[in-house]
């Protein structure tokens, strides 16, 4: 395509429609649930703490490991 035809307002147009058909096409989903429910064997609160330290954990290695390089400034 050259650079004329991204502009045309009829291409703009048959884009959105274009669009908003394959929007209108889909079918919806079911649930997302595939089995049994499947329950923590620990709180909740102390899942989410865990999973939080592991990614500030993950940061503090990478800020460790990484040289620092000052000739940008």
């Known amino acids: 395509m050259t650079a004329l035809e991204h502009t ?3 291409s703009i147009v048959f884009r ?3 669009f908003c058909i394959c ?3 889909g079918q ?3 649930a997302h649930g ?3 429910r499947y329950d923590l064997p620990v709180p909740l609160t ?3 703490m865990g999973a939080g330290v592991t990614i500030v954990l993950s940061f503090v290695i990478v800020v460790i490991f990484t040289p620092v ?3 940008h400034l």
């Open 34 to 36: 595939f089995g049994q």
């Open 23 to 25: 929007l209108g096409i």
């Open 46 to 48: 102390l899942w989410v």
């Open 8 to 10: 045309n307002p009829r």
């Open 69 to 71: 390089s000052y000739t």
């Open 28 to 30: 919806s989903a079911g």
């Open 16 to 18: 959105i429609v274009s």
